[in-house]
């Protein structure tokens, strides 16, 4: 299981630390990305970071602003969200990939969270 905290309401500007635990099984091994979903629109990629953190992956539309990293120890993934803008509103949900390397495509994604909610003014 995967649970995303976080969250929240924020002025353009602000900034934000996503976490997502894993309970009830590590993830260790396996590449994890966060992806978001604003309302009518299809849910997409963020960020990624493989199992040893020794690489990450970011969207074109937050790279240099957003920072994916991860703590095995503590079986948790994080994604700082700094510079916020209005169009980065949305559900953002972590999900663990069935190897090392994570994907882009959500369908490659094994386990989920149920998701975090960022919303951000103007």
């Known amino acids: 299981q995967l649970e995303e905290s976080g969250g929240g309401v924020v002025q353009a500007g602000a900034s934000l630390r996503l976490s997502c635990v894993a309970s009830g099984r590590t993830i260790a091994e396996n590449g994890v990305g966060w992806f978001r979903q604003a309302p009518g629109k299809e849910r997409e990629f963020v960020a990624a970071i493989n199992w040893r953190s020794s690489g990450t992956y970011y969207a074109d539309s937050i790279k240099g602003r957003f920072t994916v990293s991860r703590d095995n120890a503590k079986n948790t993934v994080f994604l700082q969200l700094n510079s916020l803008k209005p169009e980065d509103t949305g559900t953002y949900y972590c999900?663990?990939?069935?190897?090392?390397?994570?994907?882009?495509?959500?369908?490659?994604?094994?386990?989920w969270g149920q998701g975090t909610q960022v919303t951000v003014s103007q």
């Open positions: 999900a663990a990939d069935r190897g090392r390397i994570p994907s882009r495509f959500s369908a490659d994604y094994t386990y």
